[in-house]
Each structure stands twice: as C-alpha cells, then as structure tokens.
C-alpha cells in the first residue's frame, strides 16, 4: 500500500485531491496545509510519493520541492499547476519534480499520473536492490578516438557503480572525474601522441592537431581499450591505448608545490586523489584505476 502526502494551502482543493486519489485505489492519503507541515509529516513518516501546490503562503511549492529533493532525495515529487504558474512549473521540472498536473486536468490525469511516477520509483528500487546482490560484473569496451564516446563510457561506469554500490552521487561523480582524465589521457597523449607541453604552450594547437590527427594515419586506426570489473568491494578499470607510450617515472609530482598549476599534472592528480590505487604499465600505454568500496 502506498502513501501519498497532499499539500495544498486551499482546504477546498486538498479535500478535491484527497477525494481523487482515493477513488479506486487503496493507497493512504495523508494531508498538509502549507510546506513546513509538510515537511514535518515527512521527517516523522515519509510518504512514497508528494503532491503539492505550486503557489503557497509561506513556503512555496517549488521551495518544498527543493527541500524534500535536498533532505529527502528518493521522495517523489508531482506539483499541481494552476494559471499564472507556468514558469514556475518548468522551475520545478528542471529541479527535480517527477511530474506534473494541471489543476484544471486533475480528474482525468491525476490518478493515473500518481500511479505511473509510483511504479516507476518502485521499479527503480527493486533494480537498485537487485544490482547490489550481484556479485561480478565485467564488461569490455574497445572505443574509437571520440571524446564523447569515452565521456559516455565514463558515465556508464559511474551508474552502474552507484547501481552495485549505492554510491552517493558526490563518491560516484569523484569517480567519474578520474575516468575521464584517464579516458581523454588515453585518447589524446596515447593515441593521438599530442604532447601535453603543446597544451601548455598553445590550447587551441593542441586541440588543432589532435582534431588533425583524428582523421590521419597511423593515429586515425587507433582504439582505446577499457576493461571494467565491478565486485561488492572494489572497482577495477584497465586502460589501454594503442600509442608509443611513455615512461612512467617520467612523471612530474603533480602534488609537487610547483607542478600543481601545471595542465600536464592535472588529470594525474586527480586520479590519485579519487582512487585508491594507480598503476601504469612499463611501456606506459596501460592504466589500472582501483577504487575500494567503503562500507558504511
């Protein structure tokens, strides 16, 4: 049985809602006069999903949806639009609501609009659970020298790590910064063979003779090569790159005082920072990024 939180500073329309959504269904319809009530009805019991004005005294319905989506993240939130409120329920889709009903449509799109974000959370949870039992998961990739392939790629892994994990959106975003460096490092300084001194000296000739080389040989065939094995401990990802390489202890200290400002540091940096282990391959053209999962 699911619970459905009401919020409406008109008596006359909280009752209309209530009235609505407990016609044919079994869910529990809670009430609230205006966003403070209802945030306190949350913190005592959360509702599975919330149904709120737009424009209330006090605080708003858009500020009530920013306080649940902050304090209460997997509440969902449907807002109710009346006249005059149309700019401000774009504001609200864009900051989080799951949907939205007009309150001129609420007899024939309410319930059903209530029903569909109610599976889809509940669907959502299920697969949530269901990827943190499993036990392995590996997959491998081989990429042409697109950046937004690989930026998709590293999305890719930062979901399927908060899927297995639980990860919190800021670890899994930490995470997803070191791919990438490691991803765009295997494209451009591996494949490419574009000297991070040239970043240094000329942006716009770096990138110039990187977008050159894309479509030349040799560098044109090369392919980036990502091995990704996620288990209930840790993350490992293998990259490899089809360049010449490099020597590893070569390496500047990017935590060195005067290295920290330097390009050609950055993305190592922020590997270190963001994992617990970084490894390369002698030849340099491999990289191995290990995260350990912290329990809580």
């Not at 909280?14 to 044919?24: P, S």
């Not at 306190?40 to 424009?55: A, F, G, K, R, Y």
């Not at 007009?102 to 509940?122: G, H, M, N």
Request: proline share 4%; aromatic share 4%.
């Amino acid at each position: 049985m699911s619970t459905v939180l009401v919020v409406d500073d008109s008596p006359i329309d909280r009752q209309l809602v209530i009235g609505l959504l407990k016609q044919g269904t079994d869910w529990t319809v809670t009430e609230a006069s205006d966003g403070t009530v209802a945030l306190e009805s949350i913190l005592q019991s959360p509702p599975d999903i919330v149904v709120t004005d737009l424009q209330m005294p006090g605080m708003t319905g858009l500020e009530l949806l920013l306080a649940i989506r902050k304090k209460f993240s997997r509440i969902p939130v449907i807002v109710m639009t009346g006249r005059g409120t149309e700019e401000i329920a774009v504001e609200a889709l864009h900051s989080g609501a799951s949907s939205y009903v007009p309150k001129r449509a609420l007899a024939t799109t309410l319930v059903d609009t209530v029903q569909r974000v109610l599976v889809s959370c509940r669907d959502d949870r299920l697969r949530s659970n269901l990827m943190k039992c499993l036990s392995v998961r590996s997959e491998s990739f081989v990429i042409e020298n697109d950046v937004n392939l690989l930026l998709s790629l590293s999305r890719y892994v930062q979901h399927a790590l908060a899927d297995s994990w639980g990860l919190e959106r800021t670890d899994h975003l930490r995470v997803g910064t070191a791919l990438e460096e490691a991803l765009l490092n295997a494209l451009y300084h591996g494949n490419l063979g574009v000297s991070s001194k040239l970043k240094e000296e000329d942006h716009d000739a770096f990138y110039m003779q990187a977008n050159q080389r894309k479509i030349s040989a040799p560098w044109q065939e090369r392919r980036v090569r990502v091995d990704v094995q996620v288990t209930s401990s840790e993350m490992v990802v293998i990259i490899k790159d089809e360049g010449e390489g490099f020597d590893p202890a070569a390496l500047p200290d990017p935590t060195d005082a005067e290295n920290i400002d330097r390009p050609c540091g950055r993305g190592v940096m922020l590997m270190r920072a963001f994992m617990d282990e970084v490894r390369y391959n002698a030849r340099g053209n491999e990289v191995t990024l290990i995260r350990k999962r912290v329990r809580k």
